[in-house]
Protein backbone atom coordinates (compact mmCIF):
# COMPACT_ATOMS: atom_id res chain seq x y z
CA UNK A 1 0.00 0.00 0.00
CA UNK A 2 2.64 2.62 1.15
CA UNK A 3 5.09 1.03 -1.51
CA UNK A 4 2.35 1.69 -3.91
CA UNK A 5 1.79 4.99 -3.23
CA UNK A 6 5.28 5.85 -3.59
CA UNK A 7 5.73 4.15 -6.78
CA UNK A 8 2.98 5.63 -8.51
CA UNK A 9 4.05 9.56 -7.63
CA UNK A 10 7.75 8.34 -8.61
CA UNK A 11 8.20 6.03 -11.50
CA UNK A 12 4.56 5.12 -12.93
CA UNK A 13 6.38 2.01 -14.82
CA UNK A 14 7.17 0.52 -11.61
CA UNK A 15 4.09 1.25 -10.05
CA UNK A 16 2.12 -0.71 -13.24
CA UNK A 17 4.85 -3.74 -12.38
CA UNK A 18 4.16 -3.37 -8.45
CA UNK A 19 0.23 -3.27 -9.14
CA UNK A 20 0.51 -6.58 -11.70
CA UNK A 21 2.47 -8.49 -8.83
CA UNK A 22 -0.23 -7.63 -6.19
CA UNK A 23 -2.86 -8.85 -8.80
CA UNK A 24 -0.91 -12.05 -8.78
CA UNK A 25 -0.48 -11.64 -4.79
CA UNK A 26 -4.24 -11.82 -4.65
CA UNK A 27 -5.05 -14.40 -7.31
CA UNK A 28 -2.51 -16.81 -5.23
CA UNK A 29 -4.35 -16.45 -2.05
CA UNK A 30 -7.43 -17.10 -3.34
CA UNK A 31 -9.29 -13.23 -2.53
CA UNK A 32 -8.64 -14.62 1.20
CA UNK A 33 -7.89 -11.18 2.70
CA UNK A 34 -6.99 -13.16 5.97
CA UNK A 35 -4.40 -14.87 4.21
CA UNK A 36 -3.15 -12.43 2.24
CA UNK A 37 -2.41 -9.96 5.74
CA UNK A 38 -1.27 -13.22 7.60
CA UNK A 39 1.39 -14.96 4.99
CA UNK A 40 2.28 -11.67 3.19
CA UNK A 41 2.20 -8.47 5.07
CA UNK A 42 2.87 -9.20 8.67
CA UNK A 43 6.13 -11.10 7.61
CA UNK A 44 7.55 -7.61 6.21
CA UNK A 45 6.02 -4.76 8.61
CA UNK A 46 8.18 -3.38 10.72
CA UNK A 47 5.07 -1.71 12.69
CA UNK A 48 1.91 -3.38 13.02
CA UNK A 49 0.13 0.30 13.15
CA UNK A 50 -0.95 -0.21 9.41
CA UNK A 51 -2.20 -3.38 9.38
CA UNK A 52 -5.62 -2.24 9.14
CA UNK A 53 -4.39 0.14 6.74
CA UNK A 54 -3.31 -2.67 4.37
CA UNK A 55 -6.06 -5.03 5.26
CA UNK A 56 -8.11 -2.08 3.67
CA UNK A 57 -6.49 -1.39 1.13
CA UNK A 58 -6.23 -5.09 -0.27
CA UNK A 59 -10.22 -5.64 0.75
CA UNK A 60 -10.74 -2.94 -1.74
CA UNK A 61 -8.32 -4.18 -4.31
CA UNK A 62 -10.10 -7.59 -3.91
CA UNK A 63 -13.53 -6.16 -4.26
CA UNK A 64 -12.42 -4.38 -7.40
CA UNK A 65 -10.99 -6.99 -9.26
CA UNK A 66 -14.50 -9.09 -8.70
CA UNK A 67 -16.34 -6.42 -9.69
CA UNK A 68 -14.00 -5.59 -12.86
CA UNK A 69 -14.06 -9.36 -14.09
CA UNK A 70 -10.01 -9.88 -12.92
CA UNK A 71 -10.49 -13.29 -10.93
CA UNK A 72 -8.47 -15.51 -13.56
CA UNK A 73 -6.62 -12.66 -15.29
CA UNK A 74 -6.62 -8.75 -16.45
CA UNK A 75 -5.49 -5.88 -14.81
CA UNK A 76 -7.74 -3.15 -12.66
CA UNK A 77 -9.41 -0.51 -14.49
CA UNK A 78 -6.85 2.18 -13.08
CA UNK A 79 -4.16 -0.24 -14.32
CA UNK A 80 -5.28 0.28 -18.04
CA UNK A 81 -6.74 3.64 -17.92
CA UNK A 82 -2.57 4.16 -16.94
CA UNK A 83 -1.46 2.06 -19.77
CA UNK A 84 -3.02 3.87 -22.41
CA UNK A 85 -2.00 7.04 -20.72
CA UNK A 86 1.17 5.98 -21.66
CA UNK A 87 0.61 4.79 -24.64
CA UNK A 88 -0.78 8.21 -25.74
CA UNK A 89 2.38 9.87 -24.47
CA UNK A 90 4.35 6.97 -26.29
CA UNK A 91 2.69 8.35 -29.82
CA UNK A 92 2.92 11.93 -28.75
CA UNK A 93 6.62 11.64 -28.17
CA UNK A 94 6.83 10.06 -31.23
CA UNK A 95 4.35 11.84 -33.91
CA UNK A 96 3.69 15.14 -31.70
CA UNK A 97 6.85 16.55 -30.20
CA UNK A 98 9.32 14.24 -32.44
CA UNK A 99 11.22 13.44 -29.76
CA UNK A 100 14.72 12.39 -31.30
CA UNK A 101 16.23 11.28 -27.57
CA UNK A 102 12.88 8.77 -27.47
CA UNK A 103 12.79 7.93 -31.07
CA UNK A 104 15.83 6.49 -30.71
CA UNK A 105 15.29 4.33 -27.93
CA UNK A 106 12.71 2.97 -29.48
CA UNK A 107 14.40 1.98 -32.44
CA UNK A 108 17.05 0.22 -30.26
CA UNK A 109 14.67 -1.77 -28.71
CA UNK A 110 12.70 -2.50 -31.28
CA UNK A 111 14.19 -5.55 -32.68
CA UNK A 112 13.82 -7.12 -29.08
CA UNK A 113 10.29 -5.84 -28.60
CA UNK A 114 9.25 -7.92 -31.82
CA UNK A 115 11.28 -10.73 -30.96
CA UNK A 116 9.53 -10.59 -27.04
CA UNK A 117 5.87 -10.75 -28.56
CA UNK A 118 6.68 -13.46 -30.92
CA UNK A 119 7.45 -15.86 -28.22
CA UNK A 120 5.01 -13.78 -25.31
CA UNK A 121 2.38 -14.42 -27.96
CA UNK A 122 1.53 -10.23 -27.79
CA UNK A 123 1.64 -9.66 -30.76
CA UNK A 124 -1.74 -7.39 -31.38
CA UNK A 125 -0.12 -5.47 -28.20
CA UNK A 126 0.72 -2.21 -28.01
CA UNK A 127 4.71 -1.42 -27.29
CA UNK A 128 4.34 0.20 -24.38
CA UNK A 129 2.09 -3.06 -22.61
CA UNK A 130 4.58 -5.43 -23.68
CA UNK A 131 7.44 -3.44 -22.60
CA UNK A 132 5.23 -3.37 -19.47
CA UNK A 133 4.65 -7.68 -19.34
CA UNK A 134 8.43 -8.12 -20.54
CA UNK A 135 9.60 -6.34 -17.52
CA UNK A 136 7.22 -7.64 -15.04
CA UNK A 137 8.27 -11.02 -16.51
CA UNK A 138 11.81 -10.15 -15.46
CA UNK A 139 10.96 -9.57 -12.23
CA UNK A 140 9.03 -12.89 -12.07
CA UNK A 141 12.45 -14.66 -12.73
CA UNK A 142 14.59 -13.04 -10.57
CA UNK A 143 11.79 -13.75 -7.80
CA UNK A 144 11.80 -17.16 -8.74
CA UNK A 145 15.72 -17.05 -8.94
CA UNK A 146 16.07 -18.39 -12.54
CA UNK A 147 18.63 -17.90 -14.54
CA UNK A 148 18.70 -14.84 -17.28
CA UNK A 149 21.17 -15.38 -20.14
CA UNK A 150 23.22 -12.24 -21.08
CA UNK A 151 21.69 -12.33 -24.70
CA UNK A 152 18.10 -11.95 -22.60
CA UNK A 153 19.60 -9.38 -19.94
CA UNK A 154 21.02 -7.28 -23.17
CA UNK A 155 17.41 -6.91 -24.53
CA UNK A 156 15.78 -6.32 -21.37
CA UNK A 157 18.21 -3.57 -20.83
CA UNK A 158 17.09 -1.95 -23.97
CA UNK A 159 13.79 -2.38 -23.15
CA UNK A 160 14.11 -0.92 -20.09
CA UNK A 161 15.69 2.30 -20.86
CA UNK A 162 13.21 3.00 -23.18
CA UNK A 163 10.49 2.50 -20.30
CA UNK A 164 12.47 4.65 -17.90
CA UNK A 165 12.24 7.33 -20.02
CA UNK A 166 8.59 7.17 -21.11
CA UNK A 167 8.21 6.95 -17.31
CA UNK A 168 10.23 10.26 -16.31
CA UNK A 169 8.23 11.97 -18.98
CA UNK A 170 4.93 10.60 -18.09
CA UNK A 171 5.97 12.03 -14.52
CA UNK A 172 7.09 15.47 -15.69
CA UNK A 173 3.70 15.56 -18.09
CA UNK A 174 1.51 14.75 -14.40
CA UNK A 175 3.81 16.93 -12.82
CA UNK A 176 3.41 20.44 -15.26
CA UNK A 177 7.21 20.51 -15.89
CA UNK A 178 6.89 18.73 -19.36
CA UNK A 179 7.82 20.64 -22.47
CA UNK A 180 5.08 20.14 -25.08
CA UNK A 181 6.70 21.92 -27.61
CA UNK A 182 7.43 19.61 -30.86
CA UNK A 183 11.57 19.93 -31.64
Known amino acids: MLIAQQKKNENIAEYLI ?5 EDVIRAFQFNVDQIIDVFVKPG ?10 RNWYGDLISQMKA ?16 IELI ?5 LISITNDE ?12 LEEFKQKANMVQRHDVEV ?14 KQEISPETEEAMDYMRIQLA ?18 N
Open 18 to 22: YMYQI
Open 131 to 144: LLHAMYMKLQLKVR
Open 88 to 92: YLHNT
Open 68 to 83: QGCEKEGHLEELKELI
Open 101 to 112: KYKNLCEQSKSF
Open 45 to 54: LPDQSFLNQY
Open 165 to 182: YLSREYNKMRSGNWNFNP
